[in-house]
């Protein structure tokens, strides 16, 4: 009777609970009010309250969907259990340690939905739970440990929570396990939304701050928000190196989703430009170390004034650097300057350029519109203006003088130097007096010799590249810039230009300047070379094309010093492309610096040759120096001539692609230099011969047999193992995404060169050498890998024409892919590629070795993915006729086999006339029209092999060899239109129960196809056997597969 009345009690306290459950899921404005009420019922009932509560609480652990009602409630039992009640404290500690222990148990359980609430739950009250909470060590240390567990469960949102949860045991130093257990989680985390909770909980240090930058290179959105979130919360502007700054601010300005950007941008003006800095933007500048990162600093710059942060108070302008000062003795008053730092420098410099585009941008709306609007626009025009007017120096004498004076105070002004240069274009030169002044300081920045210094071994070195004016490619940019808003008239910079080269080449003709000199004067010359059009504009100059040329290039090329050389090979390249046709000595210079100098000096003259090349064309290059291939014998050329360039003049009777490519075979270019921004002879050679290959419809005089040649030699390049070619493997992953997309003759120059590579790349067969297994091995693999990879490539969809675009726009993509594709013909589909292959596999010499028959089982594996268009009915009848030969070539391996059937089998169904023969002229056709040397008798109706029975496992025994007769019951049931059922495969351990009967006629069918098989092999003539029927070679396709 005692117990009935303690069950009804408990229903009633389990029902109570669960109605002020089930009224909190409806509205947060009521927990409060039940917190306390709940409160209340466990004070009144402490032994049963907590088994009525897990009870009332139970349905929630069921049900796995995230409503709002079951957020409300888990919510509300979080803020119950965290809440301490000073009048019954015991009971508030008592019932969370009880709680806790039901949701560890919860958290193992092999219920998905009862470990996320509970993990859910769990999260909810360590966040919630205040500092004084009593909780025993040993109850956290189990939370802890379960949820460590968490994160490696197979759920996500499991593992979100358990991530949440350790969130707040991360910032106690007793527990950096936890830091690098996000740590380790998080590069290989796969949910977007797991790898976000992670970033969010990461506490600030130096280890997690390099893995949440990581994370603004993440795929997903919502995870490069989450970084540039946390790293603006948790990570001061000061705790951050340099390096770490920049990339933060050049990821999120130049991320591709605004959402990601607008992050970066609250981080970079909120926190690090109006706490850290104040809301000045130099100084922020001064945390970017903008010599360095330059277009860091100008990306935030230009970000900052675009959002309108950058305000130019009434004191400030360039003008307050020029300080006048009265002198004691003559009563004048000259400049004195204060020189500005590169953050100042570079901040003037973009505040300018920004006004002067907007100036210009609300001037030409003002022109466009009318009325009110107009007014507004040319008011906004104006403002900009004087503002500009107002920064800039007052005068052009002033500009002058602010920069001399950064240039006379040494390297470490350089990029202030240079800031102010860039000025100049902005300021006006048409006075002719300013102009006088201006053109005197352009002739002294030309005149400018090239900064050095001397070694512990008192040789001169040059400081800079060595290559452009001022040993920097930005410095020579912004003298000439300079000089042309200056010069403006027309010719009157080439002649000023011109004029200084003569002046600085008269000791280098008269042999006496030193290699400083000469580098000097051909840096110049080369600024007047990248800035004309053509040598027309050197007639009636003071120094002529040819007298530049003779005089100066290539003495300057043959010069002992290997710099000079370096600088005179590049000139050699700018003023070919300036002529109208190369000169002969021109070529034969570049050639054999090519061939025969040193490793700088032949990665410039080949960057020269095929730059030549490219604007030029091959075959004029070839022509000035007197080898005139005509266009028949061009045609007719289909290789190239193995050279060996160590032991060739650089005039011989070669052409400039087969010099080149030889270029690719050598391997004592020598070791490459800071000068060369490390590139290296094959790296440059690999680019020239993509451009070519991609603009190949601009060079008619290349012959096409030589296209697949190419693109052989990219293929191979892009799948060296050799160290220095990062930078040319990063240009043909670019290069290959376009060149098949571009026209169905690039997919005919790949599918012309599938085979060819796949017998250069394959180890120990056509002559390649083999090596260790482990070698073997990792060659193979890099063939398989480039054989997918031109698969690839053939199975791109080509680019749409505008024409193709309009007629397609309102097709879906599908359509579009298969009109793009039905344009090709034979010879650049995927139809030709497999003819191809099939011959290959068929005719190849070595298929009966190791190496033979790996190679031809990877081609194989290549060919049943290709696929055949229902309109190419000649090439489908063609492929039926060689499937046969291969599927006997690839007899060893039983997949292979079975794909072969499998494509013998569509191809017929696509065949609108499977019955019809296909004769042999038809396919000489094929394989005429595919450049193929191969003749086979085919046959399209013959039936491919049976697929080879799996070798068994147990070890054979010497029995007696008994010939079995065909029964009339076997003829009959081969007879039978009932179709034979798939043998199931027997689990092991039901072997024993099964009868014997089952047992026995088991095995006797494994002994008979064992037999059959040897039978087969030592008799011929009872290939026709019953043992082995085309039903029995179905079935064990079955089992197996």
Not at 445 to 466: A, K, Q
Not at 670 to 681: A, L, P
Not at 771 to 797: D, E, I, W, Y
Request: with cysteine; charged share 25%.
């Amino acid at each position: 009777m005692a117990k009935e009345k303690e069950n009804e009690a408990e229903k009633l306290l389990t029902k109570k609970i669960s109605g002020i459950l089930d009224e909190c899921r409806n509205s947060y404005a009521v927990h409060l009010r039940k917190i306390k009420e709940l409160s209340t019922v466990r004070s009144a009932s402490r032994l049963r309250f907590f088994p009525c509560f897990s009870k009332a609480l139970k349905p929630l652990f069921d049900f796995p969907r995230r409503t709002v009602s079951a957020e409300r409630i888990v919510r509300f039992v979080s803020l119950f259990s965290v809440r301490r009640d000073e009048k019954n404290a015991t009971d508030c500690d008592a019932f969370l340690d009880q709680f806790l222990q039901f949701l560890l148990i919860a958290s193992d359980s092999s219920n998905k939905t009862a470990r996320y609430r509970s993990c859910q739950i769990i999260s909810e009250i360590i966040m919630r739970l205040p500092d004084d909470a009593e909780v025993s060590n040993e109850l956290w240390d189990k939370v802890i440990d379960s949820m460590k567990q968490r994160t490696q469960d197979k759920v996500p949102a499991v593992r979100t929570f358990a991530i949440r949860a350790l969130a707040r045991f991360a910032n106690d130093a007793e527990n950096g396990d936890i830091i690098d257990l996000f740590l380790q989680a998080l590069p290989h985390e796969q949910n977007s939304e797991v790898r976000k909770t992670l970033v969010l909980s990461m506490p600030p240090s130096n280890a997690t701050s390099v893995a949440i930058i990581e994370c603004t290179l993440d795929v997903n959105e919502s995870v490069r928000r989450a970084a540039y979130c946390v790293l603006a919360n948790k990570f001061p502007l000061q705790s951050l190196s340099i390096k770490l700054r920049t990339i933060i601010l050049q990821r999120g300005l130049a991320d591709r989703s605004p959402s990601v950007t607008k992050e970066c941008l609250k981080l970079m003006k909120d926190e690090w430009l109006m706490k850290c800095c104040d809301g000045d933007p130099v100084v922020l500048l001064k945390y970017l170390d903008v010599e360095t990162y330059e277009s860091v600093g100008e990306a935030v710059m230009g970000a900052l004034l675009k959002a309108g942060m950058v305000h130019v108070p009434d004191d400030q302008s360039i003008r307050q650097f020029l300080v006048s000062a009265c002198t004691k003795n003559e009563g004048q008053h000259v400049p004195s300057i204060q020189l500005m730092e590169a953050e100042v420098a570079l901040y003037w410099r973009t505040v300018c350029r920004h006004l002067q585009i907007e100036a210009q941008a609300k001037g030409s709306d003002a022109a466009t519109t009318t009325g009110t609007e107009a007014a507004v626009y040319a008011a906004e025009a104006t403002d900009n203006n004087d503002l500009l007017e107002r920064v800039l120096p007052e005068t052009v004498s002033d500009y002058v003088e602010l920069v001399k004076a950064h240039l006379v105070a040494g390297p470490n002004y350089r990029f202030a130097s240079r800031q102010l240069l860039l000025l100049g274009a902005m300021l006006d030169f048409s006075d002719a007096t300013n102009r006088k002044v201006a053109g005197a300081f352009v002739q002294d920045l030309l005149h400018r010799s090239l900064e050095h210094e001397v070694d512990d071994d008192r040789n001169m070195v040059v400081i800079g590249d060595g290559i452009n004016l001022g040993g920097e490619k930005d410095w020579a940019k912004a003298v000439s810039e300079l000089a042309k808003k200056v010069h403006a008239s027309v010719g009157e910079f080439d002649e000023v230009v011109i004029g200084v080269v003569e002046e600085l080449a008269r000791p280098c003709r008269e042999r006496t300047a030193d290699f400083i000199q000469w580098m000097h004067c051909l840096a110049v010359t080369g600024l007047f070379l990248e800035n004309i059009k053509s040598l027309w504009c050197l007639q009636g100059k003071v120094i002529e094309a040819s007298e530049l040329l003779h005089s100066l290039l290539l003495p300057g090329a043959k010069h002992i010093h290997v710099e000079v050389q370096r600088v005179a090979t590049r000139c050699l390249g700018l003023f070919g492309l300036v002529e109208r046709k190369p000169s002969e000595e021109l070529v034969k210079q570049l050639r054999l610096s090519f061939v025969n100098g040193p490793s700088s000096v032949s990665v410039m003259a080949s960057k020269a040759l095929l730059d030549l090349a490219m604007w030029h064309g091959p075959q004029e290059v070839d022509r000035a120096i007197g080898l005139d291939l005509s266009p028949q014998s061009s045609d007719d050329k289909e290789g190239f001539t193995s050279i060996n360039l160590s032991a060739v003049n650089g005039d011989q009777n070669i052409g400039l692609l087969n010099l080149l490519n030889s270029g690719l075979d050598r391997d004592d270019w020598g070791e490459h230099t800071k000068s060369d921004d490390y590139e290296s002879v094959e790296s440059i050679i690999g680019e020239g011969f993509a451009k070519i290959l991609l603009l190949s419809q601009n060079y008619p005089s290349i012959p096409t047999a030589l296209h697949p040649l190419l693109l052989g030699r990219l293929i191979n390049l892009y799948f060296s193992n050799q160290k220095d070619l990062h930078r040319l493997k990063q240009c043909l992953s670019v290069f290959f995404d376009h060149y098949p997309a571009l026209s169905g003759e690039h997919k005919k120059c790949i599918s012309k060169t599938f085979i060819p590579v796949m017998r250069s790349m394959w180890p120990g067969i056509f002559g390649n050498s083999g090596g260790a297994p482990v070698v073997v091995s990792a060659q193979r693999k890099r063939a398989a890998q480039a054989s997918r990879f031109m698969l690839q490539m053939m199975q791109t969809p080509l680019y749409l024409k505008k024409t193709q675009e309009d007629q397609c726009s309102d097709k879906s993509p599908e359509s579009h892919d298969d009109s793009s594709q039905s344009s090709l013909g034979i010879d650049s589909g995927e139809e030709g590629l497999a003819i191809q292959i099939a011959a290959e596999v068929a005719s190849c010499p070595v298929k009966k070795t190791a190496a033979g028959k790996s190679y031809i089982l990877a081609l194989c594996r290549v060919a049943i993915l290709l696929h055949f268009r229902s309109s190419e009915q000649a090439a489908i009848k063609c492929m039926r006729g060689l499937l046969s030969p291969m599927a006997e070539a690839a007899s060893t391996d039983k997949e292979i086999v079975k794909e072969l059937k499998r494509m013998s089998e569509h191809l017929k169904a696509i065949d609108e006339h499977p019955e019809q023969e296909f004769s042999q002229d038809q396919a000489s056709l094929i394989f005429g029209k595919l450049e193929l040397d191969f003749n086979l008798d085919m046959d399209i109706s013959a039936t491919l092999p049976p697929t080879p029975a799996p070798r068994s496992t147990r070890t054979a025994t010497a029995r007696r060899r008994v010939r079995r007769e065909v029964s009339s019951s076997d003829d009959e049931e081969e007879a039978s239109p009932v179709p034979v059922v798939p043998i199931v495969p027997i689990t092991p351990s039901l072997v024993s129960g099964r009868s014997q009967r089952a047992s026995k006629t088991a095995a006797l069918s494994r002994m008979m196809n064992r037999r059959a098989a040897v039978e087969a092999d030592e008799d011929e003539d009872s290939s026709e056997s019953g043992l082995t029927s085309e039903e029995t070679s179905d079935e064990s396709d079955g089992v197996a597969e």
